[in-house]
């Protein structure tokens, strides 16, 4: 079992930066692949970053690619993710996930990973 909190989401202010917070218990921190992903009321899941266990690797999604940066913390066992530039089209429900079969690609389906937190609210408005 993982457990994941976030922490972090709140409104902001179109231009504006947030950072979110995601707090992993109950597996080896290390071994595991951290994803970020984001639903807006009416839409499917989206991807948004990830973080992969061995090396640590990333990659996002293009609608966020280079405004927001994914990392991690091995000793904190938390992932970050850094938000810039945030746009109204970022407001969503921001989910934290963790892939824990140490799989040899870092996957950017949500049926890659396993373990789910509770989503943080991010609202993006003037």
């Known amino acids: 079992q993982v457990q994941l909190v976030e922490s972090g989401g709140g409104l902001v202010q179109p231009g504006g930066s947030l950072r979110l917070s995601c707090a992993a218990s109950?597996?080896?921190?290390?071994?595991?692949?951290l994803g970020w992903f984001r639903q807006a009321p009416g839409k499917e899941r989206e991807f948004v970053a990830a973080i992969f266990w061995s090396g640590g690797s990333t990659s996002y999604g293009d609608s966020v690619n280079g405004r927001f940066t994914i990392s991690r913390d091995n000793a904190k066992n938390t992932v970050y993710l850094q938000m810039n530039s945030l746009k109204a089209e970022d407001t969503a429900v921001y989910y934290c996930?963790?892939?824990?079969?140490?799989?040899?690609?870092?996957?950017?389906?949500?049926?890659?990973?396993?373990?789910w937190g509770q989503g943080t609210q991010v609202t993006v408005s003037s």
């Open positions: 109950g597996r080896t921190f290390s071994t595991l692949t």
């Open positions: 996930a963790a892939d824990t079969l140490r799989r040899l690609r870092l996957g950017v389906q949500p049926e890659k990973y396993d373990y």
